[in-house]
């Protein structure tokens, strides 16, 4: 069996460095690894309906930002297949029939699900679709065999519990799904980035994100407004680095090769943070470094995304082709599942049969 990657992102909004260090950036690692036979990347729009069902625009319209920030990132239609999760109508009806292999209970436990439902104050009135959104999840990644799920440590209970529909779908009809592996960011620092007001993960709902396409001054602004450590007061007080967005910052974006270039009286990381937990150090001097940091890391992209935004068709066109591609993936699994469910009345030749001795012997 091949190596298969599936993975993607709600279209409500443009992907911030968040998503570049926790999953995008990885992608385009792997798609050009040469390791996989297959990649799948989709943008999930019918997820994303889930909590935004009284604004479908906005989903809409973020489909075409998604699809930029994918490809000036460098994921090439090549080598990978994107596509538009409601343009493979399979997905539904393989969430529908999983829905009989999970729990309310379990879907309660999910410790994403509940965070998420937190977060968006659906304590008091769930949607269905929001609720069961793991399940849908599962379909997802079923339908294209996917081995492995490169994602956010945060995505982790949604990958086990597509484990755990695999496992009960196998149990019941036999052989058939395959059991994906999840597969983390390898920078520590990527793991969870947080938002520039230093709470939980970069969240566009929390409004504390750097946007790839945000331009120069943007980012500039942001990155100089940036939470620090809060009892860091003075440049002479020593300064706390542990749980300081702008060293976890640091931690993910920046190399030796930036100090040589931005800060050549350090050598590395580990000495400015010896230098700022000492004291001695400004936040200033460390939010300007940072910033060159991520300049250089976002201009190339912001750049690439601009030439590609000058052919907004051609865009649509590689979605619709990617969306074909993923449909005839998924009708072929989900053909495997109606056989091994038994529900493939009409291709079962040895069923018709069967039924058609039955009742004539019935009758003589």
Partial sequence: MGKIILTGDRPTGRLHVGHYVGSLKRRVELQNSGEFDEIYIMIADAQALTDNADNPEKVRQNIIEVALDYLACGLDPGKSVLFIQS??????????????????????????????????????????????YPISQAADIT????????????????IEQTREIVHKFNSVYGETLVEPDILLPDNKACLRLPGIDGKAKMSKSLGNCIYLSDSEDEIKKKIMSMFTDPNHLKVEDPGQVEGNPVF?????????EHFEKYLPDYKNLDELKAHYTRGGLGDVKVKRFLNSVLQDELRPIRERRREIAKDIPAVYRILEEGSRKAE?????????????????????????????????????
């Fill in 328 to 364: 005839q993936k998924a009708a072929q699994t989900l053909a495997e599942m109606k056989r091994a469910m038994k529900i493939n009345y009409f291709e079962d030749k040895e069923l018709i049969a069967e039924q058609a001795e039955r009742f004539r012997t019935e009758m003589e």
């Fill in 87 to 132: 343009q493979v109508p399979e997905l539904c009806e393989m969430t529908f029939y999983y829905m009989d292999l999970v729990t309310v209970s379990r879907l309660q436990r999910n410790p994403t699900v509940k965070s998420e439902i937190q977060m968006r104050n659906f304590e008091a009135s769930i949607p269905v679709g929001f609720f069961t």
């Fill in 248 to 256: 976890i910052y640091l931690d993910a974006f920046c190399r030796d």
């Fill in 143 to 158: 339908a294209f065999k996917a081995t492995t799920v490169p994602v956010g440590e945060d995505q982790a209970p949604m």
